[in-house]
T-cell receptor, first 114, second 110 residues
Framework: DVKVTQSSRYLVKRTGEKVFLECVQDMDHENMFWYRQDPGLGLRLIYFSYDVKMKEKGDIPEGYSVSREKKERFSLILESASTNQTSMYLC?????????????FGEGSRLTVL | KNEVEQSPQNLTAQEGEFITINCSYSVGISALHWLQQHPGGGIVSLFMLSSGKKKHGRLIATINIQEKHSSLHITASHPRDSAVYICAVHLKTSYDKVIFGPGTSLSVIP
């Protein structure tokens, strides 16, 4: 079974702290995504990556950065957390660009910024 | 107008009932996904389809590309089916851009 693993299910951070959310997939997928999910707004794409060291901004990249140094790992970084970044963060992966593949999601990381 | 819409927004059913959730979209797609999210949990892919119909256990998904419409049916519903069901479409672009619907919250009462 494909597995997408997110490092933390629940995090509580203070305003201004740097936050790292890690995501690892074990199916050699080229595409990896970071979404945030908020009530009434659904899933919104923050960043995605279609290859190692490649990244593209999604719909709401402000306040976030990403890192993909290895194919299996895609990290989301909040340089200076703010209260409006309190949300559920979901990582997903899918097969490579040009292949419309099934999406596989992690369990989610619920971040609270105080 | 949202590019992917779902109806109903909320649905309460008695155990055993036949349930239909609808999804309509306004963009060109290469595939459509039906996803399930239990409270507090991650998202699981139920179906990916680009034409016709797929069946898995008590779940059936259909898509009409010409009408830009898909339905998810649950036969003999059970309380464990209670979840949010999300329709998502894969756009015909150079990368895997996916647009998600707002979700339908289903509650099945014993």
């Amino acid at each position: 079974d494909v597995k997408v693993t997110q490092s933390s299910r629940y995090l509580v951070k203070r305003t201004g702290e740097k936050v790292f959310l890690e995501c690892v997939q074990d199916m050699d997928h080229e595409n990896m995504f970071w979404y945030r999910q908020d009530p009434g707004l659904g899933l919104r794409l923050i960043y995605f990556s279609y290859d190692v060291k490649m990244k593209e901004k999604g719909d709401i990249p402000e306040g976030y950065s990403v890192s993909r140094e290895k194919k299996e790992r895609f990290s989301l970084i909040l340089e200076s957390a703010s209260t409006n970044q309190t949300s559920m963060y979901l990582c997903a992966s899918s097969p490579g660009t040009g292949i419309t593949g099934e999406l596989f999601f992690g369990e989610g990381s619920r971040l609270t910024v105080l | 107008k949202n590019e992917v819409e779902q109806s109903p927004q909320n649905l309460t059913a008695q155990e055993g009932e036949f349930i239909t959730i609808n999804c309509s979209y306004s963009v060109g797609i290469s595939a459509l996904h039906w996803l399930q999210q239990h409270p507090g949990g991650g998202i699981v892919s139920l179906f990916m389809l680009s034409s016709g119909k797929k069946k898995h256990g008590r779940l059936i998904a259909t898509i009409n590309i010409q009408e830009k419409h898909s339905s998810l049916h649950i036969t003999a519903s059970h309380p464990r089916d209670s979840a949010v069901y999300i329709c998502a479409v894969h756009l015909k672009t150079s990368y895997d851009k996916v647009i998600f619907g707002p979700g339908t919250s289903l509650s099945v009462i014993p």
